[in-house]
Every structure is written in structure tokens, then in C-alpha cells.
């Protein structure tokens, strides 16, 4: 067996931005669900037959419209029927729904060849209350780093600390943020001939002392 073990480094940046979030949401998933077993463009009365009954057709646009705004369904035109989208597929396949939230975080990333995510954490900080926000000095902004701009619009991913679905979707128009605390993790590559490849894990926490967040 091959063990190695080593420290990487975490940079973390706070950003105004939209980051989606998996939730538990099975109402959608089963809309999703649906538009996958009937495999074509769904429509209203699709959404009423199979879930709602004897309801207005408007109740059954308004649920399409809502999965269309998740993104797990998509259509042509303005209007009309709409067909599972790629993350449709990919929030049946985990069994959550990922719900974007605008709002300030904290993203953590790091560039190391042995993780294959660059962002691996995102924290959503607290908002300033008016008091707050007149009476501190906002910190001095700068460019987004490229490393994490490149994360925007990649694939979903699992949260090293909590293994919560999560994808950065959108940033701020002015690409500026703040430098927020480096952290360090342990790294340890576990490799037994009887498997097909090597294992990987992280450990220790993120961020600040008072406010640390566990990785395992």
C-alpha cells in the first residue's frame, strides 16, 4: 500500500455573486422526472394530469415556469412546452435541486494537481445591517483572481465540508472582491494494489479561527 501525506494551500475570496445550492426539493425533481420518462417537451396539462388534478391550466404554467427558472427545464420560444435540460438530468441523477442564491460568499480554491476542483467551499456571509454598513469602512476591492473567474459556469460539485451540491453561476458585473483568509489542509493519497486507482482525502478546516469550517 502507498501512503503519502502533505499540506495545500486554500485561498478564499468574498465575492458578490449567485451561487446555486442542492436543496430537497421532490416537487420539481418530480417534474423533472416526468419530462425524462415521457422524454419530449412538457406542457401544463402534462404537470395538471400527473400531479394537480382539476386545477386552472395557469397553476400548471406557473409550476413550468418555475422548473424553467432552476434550470431543469428549457424551451425554444417564449412560451409553450419545455424539455429536461442537461442540469435536469444531473438533479435527478443526485436527487436535489440546485436553487441560486445572490448574496456575498466566501469562495475557497485552491490550485493543487491531486483536486481536481478548484473551488471546493462556498460560505455565504451575513448580510451588513444598514448601522453596519454606515459605520465600517469597506475594504479595499480587487480583481477577481482568473483562477476562480474560470470556475464560474463549471459543472456542480460536492462541498468539501459538507458535501452539499454547489456551482458558482454568475458574478458580480465588476469582477472585484476581497481576500479573505488562507488555510491549510492535509492532503493523503491512499493506494492498495487491489484497487483500480488511488484514493484522495482532505482534512482539517477552513477559514478563521473562531468561524472554522470542518473538512473531511
Same mark, same amino acid.
Given at each position: 500500500?502507498?501512503?503519502?501525506?502533505?499540506?495545500?494551500?486554500?485561498?478564499?475570496?468574498?465575492?458578490?455573486?449567485?451561487?446555486?445550492?442542492?436543496?430537497?426539493?421532490?416537487?420539481?425533481?418530480?417534474?423533472?422526472?416526468?419530462?425524462?420518462?415521457?422524454?419530449?417537451?412538457?406542457?401544463?396539462?402534462?404537470?395538471?394530469?400527473?400531479?394537480?388534478?382539476?386545477?386552472?391550466?395557469?397553476?400548471?404554467?406557473?409550476?413550468?415556469?418555475?422548473?424553467?427558472?432552476?434550470?431543469?427545464?428549457?424551451?425554444?420560444?417564449?412560451?409553450?412546452?419545455?424539455?429536461?435540460?442537461?442540469?435536469?438530468?444531473?438533479?435527478?441523477?443526485?436527487?436535489?435541486?440546485?436553487?441560486?442564491?445572490?448574496?456575498?460568499?466566501?469562495?475557497?480554491?485552491?490550485?493543487?494537481?491531486?483536486?481536481?476542483?478548484?473551488?471546493?467551499?462556498?460560505?455565504?456571509?451575513?448580510?451588513?445591517?444598514?448601522?453596519?454598513?454606515?459605520?465600517?469602512? %469597506?475594504?479595499? =476591492? $480587487?480583481?477577481?483572481?482568473? *483562477?476562480? +473567474?474560470?470556475?464560474?459556469? &463549471?459543472? %456542480?460539485?460536492? =462541498? $468539501?465540508?459538507?458535501?452539499? *451540491?454547489? +456551482?458558482?453561476?454568475?458574478? &458580480?458585473?465588476?469582477?472585484?472582491?476581497?481576500?479573505?483568509?488562507?488555510?491549510?489542509?492535509?492532503?493523503?493519497?491512499?493506494?492498495?494494489?487491489?484497487?483500480?486507482?488511488?484514493?484522495?482525502?482532505?482534512?482539517?478546516?477552513?477559514?478563521?479561527?473562531?468561524?472554522?469550517?470542518?473538512?473531511?
Amino acid at each position: 500500500m502507498i501512503h503519502l501525506k502533505r499540506k495545500i494551500k486554500v485561498s478564499s475570496f468574498d465575492i458578490a455573486a449567485t451561487v446555486a445550492r442542492g436543496q430537497d426539493r421532490p416537487e420539481f425533481l418530480a417534474v423533472a422526472r416526468l419530462a425524462a420518462d415521457l422524454n419530449r417537451p412538457i406542457g401544463a396539462r402534462d404537470v395538471l394530469r400527473e400531479f394537480l388534478g382539476n386545477l386552472p391550466e395557469t397553476v400548471g404554467w406557473r409550476v413550468i415556469e418555475r422548473s424553467i427558472a432552476l434550470g431543469l427545464l428549457e424551451r425554444e420560444g417564449r412560451q409553450g412546452p419545455a424539455a429536461l435540460t442537461e442540469m435536469g438530468r444531473n438533479a435527478l441523477e443526485h436527487n436535489t435541486v440546485l436553487v441560486p442564491e445572490e448574496a456575498t460568499w466566501r469562495s475557497f480554491y485552491t490550485d493543487d494537481p491531486l483536486v481536481p476542483d478548484v473551488l471546493i467551499h462556498a460560505l455565504r456571509l451575513p448580510e451588513l445591517s444598514a448601522y453596519e454598513s454606515k459605520n465600517s469602512r %469597506p475594504p479595499d =476591492s $480587487v480583481f477577481i483572481p482568473k *483562477l476562480l +473567474q474560470a470556475c464560474c459556469s &463549471a459543472d %456542480p460539485r460536492p =462541498s $468539501v465540508c459538507d458535501e452539499q *451540491l454547489f +456551482q458558482l453561476t454568475e458574478l &458580480a458585473p465588476t469582477k472585484r472582491g476581497t481576500p479573505g483568509p488562507v488555510s491549510e489542509l492535509d492532503i493523503e493519497l491512499m493506494w492498495e494494489s487491489s484497487l483500480p486507482a488511488p484514493r484522495i482525502h482532505l482534512s482539517g478546516s477552513l477559514g478563521e479561527r473562531n468561524a472554522a469550517i470542518s473538512v473531511k
